[in-house]
């Protein structure tokens, strides 16, 4: 929700954060833009008009999260700027740049390095996610996309995010579930 906020240029307040877990995440957020405000364990994240272009590379704890480096590749799909993404963890992480590419987006990869070009705009496509992460880096690029967006294989995210649609529909995105 941090990363969707700072992708939509929204607001979001998060409450009974353990914040030194998020503290990697925190930092490039912080790099891209967005304004995060602590008050005891409750986060408000404000995310810019448009991110700033940063470079991330995961690692184990304590350091960057493989499993936020997909949302935060669509993050970076619209940033100012260039950005490296290089996955340490996984070797098939950087899939989902190919359905961003679908959406507009600029990304180069090779091995397990991303090189990310900035685009002003993304634009509603028809997505596959591959995996749970990609399904929600897809759904957040298609919330902030121009269009419709369609993310198929959603059973992916269904099993890590619980009513994934309609908490991001409480925070201002127009999501619907649609059985084929």
Do not use: W
């Amino acid at each position: 929700f941090m990363i969707g906020a700072a992708m939509s240029g929204g607001k979001v307040r998060l409450e009974n954060v353990i914040s030194t877990h998020l503290q990697p995440l925190i930092a490039k957020l912080k790099e891209a833009g967005t304004q995060i405000e602590q008050v005891e364990d409750v986060l408000t994240v404000e995310g810019p008009a448009r991110a700033l272009a940063t470079d991330l590379k995961t690692l184990p704890y304590p350091g960057f999260p493989t499993d936020l480096q997909s949302p935060m590749l669509a993050l970076l799909t619209r940033a100012r700027g260039t950005s490296v993404v290089v996955e340490t963890i996984y070797e098939n992480r950087l899939r989902v740049a190919e359905e961003l590419k679908r959406m507009g987006a600029r990304v180069k990869v090779e091995g397990q390095t991303a090189v990310v070009v900035g685009v002003e705009s993304l634009y509603g496509a028809q997505t596959k996610a591959y995996d749970l992460r990609a399904g929600a880096a897809l759904v957040l690029a298609g919330i902030v996309a121009e269009g419709q967006s369609e993310v198929c294989g959603v059973d992916h995210i269904e099993r890590g995010y619980e009513d994934f649609p309609g908490k991001l529909n409480s925070l201002g995105a127009e999501i619907r579930k649609v059985d084929n």
